[in-house]
T-cell receptor
Framework: KAGVTQTPRYLIKTRGQQVTLSCSPISGHRSVSWYQQTPGQGLQFLFEYFSETQRNKGNFPGRFSGRQFSNSRSEMNVSTLELGDSALYLC?????????????FGDGTRLSIL | GQNIDQPTEMTATEGAIVQINCTYQTSGFNGLFWYQQHAGEAPTFLSYNVLDGLEEKGRFSSFLSRSKGYSYLLLKELQMKDSASYLCAVRDRHGSGGSYIPTFGRGTSLIVHP
């Protein structure tokens, strides 16, 4: 069974640009969450989607947005990129939203802002 | 909000036992997860605790005390490949909708030496 797939793996952008990252969850998983990981802050929750609806949102500015499609695939978008947005962006999927569902992570997209 | 504390770094000898502690403060506890993350790779699920007590899974065990806001991950018969970052994540009830969001600690970097 294929794991969580994130594309692209690496991305270089400049300040002010916008970027779209993609995540394909494990087949059958309907919940997708996005995280930002930096050396200084660790893993920080961005948002969670289930059945095409955003269920939760972390403490990030409105420049960060996402969506989920009917096949559970998800995208996140960051507009007006800033230097501080340089990070590893991780997507995680789980079967559902019940508390005991472990999350399975993709390898991430490493975004560098110049 | 919540606060999750775990040591930044630990070192241990191959074949030994190591205990990684995690303390947390939360308003609507709904489970605690441990993940392992090797450098440059995605986090992988290790264990889940929602009730007090010890959960054993091979060389790894995880303990939870909800009244003390405390968990530990115990690694036995350490191997060099266990050198990694170990992330403690608490699932907490958020928002008016009552859904759950995992919040991650900054991770404990474990170095296993011969």
């Amino acid at each position: 069974k294929a794991g969580v797939t994130q594309t692209p793996r690496y991305l270089i952008k400049t300040r002010g640009q916008q970027v779209t990252l993609s995540c394909s969850p494990i087949s059958g998983h309907r919940s997708v969450s996005w995280y930002q990981q930096t050396p200084g802050q660790g893993l920080q929750f961005l948002f969670e989607y289930f059945s095409e609806t955003q269920r939760n949102k972390g403490n990030f500015p409105g420049r960060f947005s996402g969506r989920q499609f009917s096949n559970s695939r998800s995208e996140m978008n960051v507009s007006t990129l800033e230097l501080g947005d340089s990070a590893l962006y991780l997507c995680a999927s789980s079967l559902g939203v019940e508390g005991n569902q472990p999350q399975h992570f993709g390898d991430g997209t490493r975004l560098s802002i110049l | 909000g919540q606060n999750i504390d775990q040591p930044t770094e630990m070192t241990a000898t191959e074949g030994a036992i190591v205990q990684i502690n995690c303390t947390y403060q939360t308003s609507g506890f709904n489970g605690l997860f441990w993940y392992q993350q090797h450098a440059g790779e995605a986090p992988t699920f290790l264990s889940y605790n929602v009730l007090d007590g010890l959960e054993e899974k091979g060389r790894f065990s995880s303990f939870l005390s909800r009244s003390k806001g405390y968990s530990y991950l115990l690694l036995k018969e350490l191997q060099m490949k266990d050198s990694a970052s170990y992330l403690c994540a608490v699932r907490d009830r958020h928002g008016s909708g009552g859904s759950y969001i995992p919040t991650f600690g900054r991770g404990t970097s474990l170095i296993v030496h011969p």
